[in-house]
């Protein structure tokens, strides 16, 4: 069993005040089988009113709205979860595999994790990827899911900054760089071609100082799911050549990035904007206490302390109305 506990900080940076931000975040780890969130918070500077809510994938969003002039926006997430131990993963299944995994395709609803979304199309660089990869209806399901984790990781160099958010696929598969986003989108595109339901993880990985992940520790990660005969959705995480175990911390799922963005928002005014986020995964084998702090890092003190302060005094109505009087009454005396 094993406990992680995640610090999540991101900070908006406006050249010039704005007037108004409005933002979404899904960074509340889901709870399942083997995943248990014991304890989520969310703290935004400057503060407000923190409203939540499910989407249709099941995943916790978090949404609030900021009236009033801020240059600068900080929300802090933090959670403590929990992972179960996972079986091993066999090395192939039995013969009439492909036919059992159409038999679970017919019998339940997975038409949005196979048909193209807007990050996952299907184009001809996709389709002659496939062709170059062998990504056919062959041996079994996880045999061909097994390779194709390992031939993604040696086809695509992990270079951070050699994408965008928005980058189309084709631009990823033409320039052989990306980095774990763009890794998902080209296997689930792939696995979709041949007509394998597969979906978009937005989480966290923790690294140890055994782990040689080629990810970036201190950001966010992706790998995908797939929906496998006998074992339901089943993790692979082509940017690192693993199977998803209990390193891989899950915040949302969904057809792609589009559906699980760590935040998500618009704000009101003309003004340039810089965005700045750092992730904290610590590991033990004991549950620490819930109520326990989480040490902050020398580089985020002054930006969490800033998002956990609390709320300025609101002086009530009545108060403002006598202070105006007296002001007034202030103002005679001197006349």
Known sequence: MN??????L??????KPI?????????HPRSDATQHCLSFSLSVSPRCRVFSYRDHHGNHVQHFDIPGEHNQLVIVAESLVEQQPIAPMPSFLSP??????????????????????????????????????????????LMLLHELNRKLFDYFEYVPSATHIDSPIDHVIATKQGVCQDFSHVMIALLRHIGMPARYV???????????????PDATH??????????????????????????????????DY?????????????????????????????????DKRQPIPEDWSVLVERAQQPPERIIPILDSQQLVQQQQQQQQQQQ
């Open 3 to 8: 406990f992680y506990a995640i610090r999540h």
């Open 10 to 15: 991101t900070r908006f940076r406006y050249s």
């Open 19 to 27: 007037s108004e931000s409005i933002m979404e975040t899904r960074m």
């Open 96 to 141: 009439d595999a492909w036919g059992a995994l159409d038999e679970m395709i017919d019998a339940d609803d997975y038409g949005e994790m196979l048909l193209p979304s807007r990050f996952v199309q299907s184009t001809p660089l996709v389709e002659e990827l496939a062709k170059k990869l062998d990504v056919v209806r062959r041996d079994d399901p």
């Open 202 to 216: 937005s989480g966290y990985l923790y690294r140890g100082q055994e782990d040689h992940d080629r990810s970036t």
């Open 222 to 255: 992706a790998w995908v799911e797939v929906l496998v005969p006998h074992l339901n959705w089943v993790g692979f995480d082509p940017t690192n050549d693993l199977i998803a175990g209990h390193r891989h911390i899950r915040t949302a799922v969904g057809r």
């Open 258 to 290: 589009g559906d699980v963005p760590p935040t998500h928002g618009i704000f009101r005014g003309a003004t340039a904007s810089e965005l700045y986020v750092a992730v904290q995964v610590t590991a033990s084998h004991e549950a620490p206490a819930l």
